[in-house]
């Protein structure tokens, strides 16, 4: 994980979920935009889950009714908890006897009936072979993926910020959200505890303790007490997302300029749910760039064992393929009643890379879209053209620098730009005196400028070859940089400058802020579904993670007070806008279970919106790749009916089978009063698979639930395909709600 901020420019998406589902602060130092799925594991140590006596949310006994919680005061509770504790003891004398050097670091009870395993040595085939084992799986690892507001307007949360019980500021009061990441530095102004209720946290006013606002503060890391690592954020990811989700109201921001002084950022940012109360669950404590399993699960129990109602999981990795045993237990955390949203992944474009724990059935997974903003310098032509670009890890004026544009044609040229890509050598002295204009693609920045800088030039502007707006540029890290300012423009921007051949034009020295229109854009690096075996629809939905401004540690400022900020991108950065609008929803429908607000959030969202990667312009529908599409916060708060799950997938059919199969929804009344749901199928294949729903209506008092049932019918003859369709649910004639439906053929 790159681990530099830019200040000054986007950080780009490293990770596939920041800690690799999520974006972390950094930049992008080549072109490969597709990362290879990759399973990562720590074996060294397991997740071992034990037969018997089942854990406490899906426990007859003691797992809460809809809407609630587990009651640990409760003697059942107690009794189960102890039932749980002698079944973990004889598999703790099982391994003394067959296994001495294993040691258990870590017990569950809530969601799963497991411990983690220091194997020491010993094989997972020995802890299988345990008669009271009922799975056993190396511990995975996860990385971490990073009104007036852009963003804000983007997802319609002023509107439902007018509909809170208390006022439109302090949207989410009283909802607890986990930031199970890398910390939160307490002392940035988003964290300002005034005005919320004395006494939820004792006061210790340093990066990563607590306040009145964040109100928990613990270190999950079973190797934390030999090397001395604490809650405080060390990378700035955790602080970044925390701002995302629960920034207070209209705090001033502004963004560094080492040349000219702060630059003003003209709206002062929000968190998605400004009232809400945030925890620290600091899994990637220090400098660690890597959590497993076991530490994530030890945060997600202590979480909810504290009542927290939503936790923001902005991380991924660890196995792909069959459900693991983190994704289980997200799954059991929402069956009890904890919301959980968790990034994605950045490893897209890509059939199929969708991460763990983004895939759990009922994790609520992120996609990331553009916002149009950023802060860089200003390009301006003689002929009066002026374009905004972003700066990175390279060079860059220190006064303003004048000189003809050429627009290098040398060379192979990108496609989409229609300029070369500068990966090989130039003709000597064709660029002299001149700023380079040169296409992203095919190699490296740092290769790019290098032969730029060789053919004279005395600087670079490189153009962005997908839609969008410019992305903070990284080197490649070989010996020998470039040392010529180096900057990059939008594909629009540089579309209009491609046609400005030996036009005089000026790079600005100092930075400004600019908006753009390029807005809703699906993120080049999100993860795309279906996930594996299951071919389930992933992500469920998308918010913005391209260019999302939030706070950053007192350690990232050059100013002397604790409030800088910095613009990150990843699924991580779209996880908290989903974390914090379900904290807006539950903080208005306090009695919706974790199921109507995981629905009301995914399918009320906005289809029709979200464009794609390459032009910025088609619409994409593609559920595996926008799930139901854009979040809409003021839809969700409006929700009046609820589907759970929230998309059905039929698996992989064998193609020209003939086979048909069947899926359920469970639907339930929101509203207040008796209302009549009708279903109809959008579906936008001519031929082919065809999708039917039964019964064609139901009529459902307050709170009450019917069972609806859709029949996919796979003729024979059918081809290998992706194939989609859309359940509609109307209330008085008008659509209330959506959701996927998917088979693919194989």
């Known amino acids: 994980m790159t681990r530099s901020i830019s200040m000054v420019a986007l950080a780009c998406a490293v990770l596939a979920g920041p800690l690799t589902v999520g974006a972390a602060p950094g930049t992008t130092a080549d072109d490969s935009r597709a990362a290879a799925k990759v399973q990562r594991q720590d074996r060294t140590s397991a997740i071992v889950e034990l037969k018997g006596a089942q854990p406490l949310t899906i426990n007859a006994a003691t797992r809460p009714s809809k809407g609630k919680k587990v009651d640990f005061n409760s003697a059942a509770v107690k009794n189960q908890r102890a039932l749980l504790a002698a079944q973990r003891n004889e598999f703790r004398q099982w391994l003394r006897q067959n296994a001495p050097s294993a040691r258990i670091t870590s017990e569950y009870d809530v969601a799963l009936n497991a411990v983690a395993v220091q194997m020491n040595g010993t094989s997972l085939a020995t802890l299988r072979a345990a008669p009271m084992v009922a799975a056993a799986q190396y511990n995975g690892v996860y990385r971490p993926l990073a009104h007036d507001d852009p963003d804000l307007q983007l997802i319609h949360a002023w509107e439902a910020w007018q509909l809170s019980p208390s006022s439109p500021e302090l949207a989410g009061s009283g909802v607890k959200i986990a930031i199970i990441d890398t910390g939160i530095d307490v002392r940035h102004p988003c964290f300002n505890d005034a005005g919320y209720p004395e006494g939820n946290a004792p006061d210790n006013l340093v990066n990563g303790g607590t306040n009145d606002k964040v109100i928990y503060a613990e270190a999950f890391y079973n190797k934390l007490r030999k090397e001395g690592l604490g809650t405080s954020d060390e990378d700035g990811h955790g602080t970044h997302v925390a701002g995302t989700a629960a920034c207070n109201a209209h705090t001033p921001a502004w963004i560094d300029d080492p040349s000219d002084g702060p630059v003003d950022i003209p709206y002062d940012p929000s968190g998605?749910?400004?009232?809400?109360?945030?925890?620290?669950?600091?899994?990637?404590?220090?400098?660690?760039?890597?959590?497993?399993?076991?530490?994530?699960?030890?945060?997600?129990?202590?979480?909810?064992?504290?009542?927290?109602?939503?936790?923001?999981?902005?991380?991924?990795?660890?196995?792909?393929?069959?459900?693991?045993?983190?994704?289980?237990?997200?799954?059991?955390?929402?069956?009890?009643?904890?919301?959980?949203?968790?990034?994605?992944?950045?490893?897209?474009?890509?059939?199929?890379?969708?991460?763990?724990?983004?895939?759990?059935?009922?994790?609520?997974?992120?996609?990331?879209?553009?916002?149009?903003?950023?802060?860089?310098?200003?390009?301006?032509?003689?002929?009066?053209?002026?374009f905004g670009a972003a700066s990175g890890d390279f060079a860059t004026v220190s006064s303003n620098l004048t000189a003809p544009l050429d627009v290098v044609m040398d060379g192979p040229t990108d496609p989409a730009t229609g300029i070369a890509i500068a990966c090989s050598a130039l003709p000597a002295g064709s660029l002299t005196g001149e700023i380079a204009l040169i296409s992203r693609g095919s190699c490296s920045f740092s290769t790019k400028i290098r032969f730029a800088e060789a053919a004279g030039a005395v600087a670079v502007v490189i153009v962005n070859n997908i839609a969008g707006d410019p992305i903070a540029m990284g080197s490649d890290g070989t010996p020998n940089q470039p040392t010529i300012p180096a900057y990059m423009v939008g594909l629009e921007d540089g579309l209009v400058l491609a046609n400005k051949e030996g036009v005089p034009t000026t790079i600005v020295a100092g930075l400004e802020y600019f908006r753009t229109a390029n807005d809703n854009i699906v993120a080049g690096f999100t993860s795309f579904g279906p996930t594996d075996v299951e071919f389930r629809v992933k992500p469920d939905v998308v918010a913005p993670g391209v260019n999302v401004l939030s706070s950053q540690p007192a350690w990232a400022c050059t100013q002397t007070t604790p409030s800088c900020w910095a613009f990150f991108q990843g699924t991580s950065m779209a996880t908290p806008h989903v974390a914090g609008s379900a904290a807006v929803v539950i903080d208005q429908h306090p009695d919706w279970t974790s199921a109507d607000v995981r629905s009301a959030i995914v399918n009320t969202a906005a289809r029709g919106v979200l464009k794609d990667t390459a032009t910025g312009r088609t619409v994409v529908d593609n559920p595996n790749v926008v799930g139901a599409g854009l979040e809409n916060l003021h839809h969700a708060v409006m929700a009046s009916v609820s589907l759970d799950p929230v998309s059905l997938a039929f698996g992989g059919v064998p193609s020209g089978s003939g086979q048909g199969r069947t899926g359920e929804f469970v639907v339930k009344n929101l509203t207040s009063g008796t209302a009549t749901f009708t279903f109809a199928v959008d579906d936008p294949f001519a031929g082919g698979i065809t999708y039917t729903v039964s019964p064609a209506s139901v009529t459902l008092g307050p709170g009450q639930t019917a069972t609806i049932e859709v029949r996919m019918a796979n003729p024979r003859g059918t081809t290998q395909r992706d194939d989609w369709a859309w359940l509609e649910v109307s209330m008085n004639g008008a659509e209330v709600a959506h959701a996927a439906l998917y088979t693919r053929t194989k």
């Open 272 to 386: 998605v749910a400004p009232g809400a109360m945030l925890g620290n669950f600091n899994v990637f404590p220090g400098t660690l760039e890597e959590s497993r399993s076991e530490d994530i699960l030890n945060a997600l129990q202590r979480a909810y064992e504290l009542g927290f109602d939503v936790a923001n999981m902005s991380l991924g990795g660890g196995s792909n393929g069959v459900l693991d045993l983190l994704a289980k237990a997200v799954n059991r955390f929402d069956r009890g009643g904890m919301v959980i949203a968790v990034a994605a992944g950045n490893s897209g474009p890509g059939d199929r890379t969708v991460e763990s724990p983004g895939y759990a059935e009922r994790a609520i997974a992120a996609g990331a879209s553009s916002v149009g903003h950023f802060v860089g310098a200003p390009v301006t032509t003689q002929d009066g053209g002026r």
